[in-house]
Nanobody, 123 residues
Framework: QVQLVESGGGSVQPGGSLRLSCVFG????????IGWFRQAPGKEREGVSC????????SYTDSVKGRFTMSRADSKNTVLLQIHSLKPEDTAVYYC????????????????WGQGTQVTVSS
């Protein structure tokens, strides 16, 4: 049974930092894609970053480049999202998601989702 569990969200002031974690498992695929997504109130879910295990590349949406860093922890079943210089527009529920193919695509192409963790940025 594939499972993903996010943690690390919270309330921070603009300019602050957070580190989100996603622990995942329950599958035996050789290669896959794991991504971070976010959904703000009244908006569609959007991709934030993604790692493809076929080539090890990490990709980011333009609005977070230079502020967000996605990485894999030493235990390969954990991915991290380090967020710096948080802005109010980063406020959203952040999700990690898995797909059984290694291409990093849009949210509709992911099969498995965590429950999400809330990030709120306000002064």
């Amino acid at each position: 049974q594939v499972q993903l569990v996010e943690s690390g969200g919270g309330s921070v002031q603009p300019g602050g930092s957070l580190r989100l974690s996603c622990v995942f498992g329950g599958f035996t695929w050789d290669h896959y894609a794991i991504g971070w997504f976010r959904q703000a109130p009244g908006k569609e879910r959007e991709g934030v970053s993604c790692i493809s295990t076929s080539d090890g590349r990490t990709s980011y949406t333009d609005s977070v480049k230079g502020r967000f860093t996605m990485s894999r922890a030493d235990s390969k079943n954990t991915v991290l999202l380090q967020i710096h210089s948080l802005k109010p527009e980063d406020t959203a529920v952040y999700y990690c998601a898995l797909r059984s193919l290694p291409q990093c695509l849009g949210p509709n192409d992911y099969d498995y989702w965590g429950q999400g963790t809330q990030v709120t940025v306000s002064s």
